[in-house]
Nanobody
C-alpha cells in the first residue's frame, strides 16, 4: 500500500509560480510511474503530467506544456511539479498519483489533493 501526501499548494497571482511536492511511503518508489491530475470546480478530473519510473520519460497535457515541469527524486521518495506562468484556469485541486503502469489510465494510488488558486 502506497501513501501519497501532496504539499505546496496555495494562492498565487496570474503569471506567478508554485512548486508542488508529493511524498510517497509504503512501497518501493522506483517501481511506480508517478503523475499529477487536477480537478477544477464543476469540471471532470484531468491529467496534467506523468513521469516514468526512473524519470527518463515525461508527458504533459497540452494545456500545461512549456509551463509545468514534472520531476522526481527516487532517493528521497519525492515527486515535484514546478508550475510557472500560472493562469486562472490552472485553479484546481491537484492530486499526486502512482501506478506501476506509465500510462496512468486508472492510477492505483491517489493523494488527498492540494488546492491551487490563481487570481487574475
Amino acid at each position: 500500500q502506497v501513501q501519497l501526501v501532496e504539499s505546496g499548494g496555495g494562492l498565487v497571482q496570474a503569471g506567478g509560480s508554485l512548486r508542488l511536492s508529493c511524498a510517497a511511503s509504503g512501497g518501493t518508489f522506483s517501481n511506480y510511474a508517478m503523475g499529477w491530475f487536477r480537478q477544477a470546480p464543476g469540471k471532470e478530473r484531468e491529467f496534467v503530467a506523468r513521469i516514468s519510473w526512473m524519470g527518463r520519460s515525461t508527458n504533459y497535457a497540452d494545456s500545461v506544456k512549456g509551463r509545468f515541469t514534472i520531476s522526481r527524486d527516487n532517493a528521497k521518495n519525492m515527486m515535484y511539479l514546478q508550475m510557472n506562468s500560472l493562469k486562472p484556469e490552472d485553479t484546481a485541486v491537484y492530486y499526486c498519483v502512482a501506478d506501476p503502469s506509465f500510462g496512468l489510465q486508472a492510477p492505483r494510488y491517489w493523494g488527498q489533493g492540494t488546492q491551487v488558486t490563481v487570481s487574475s
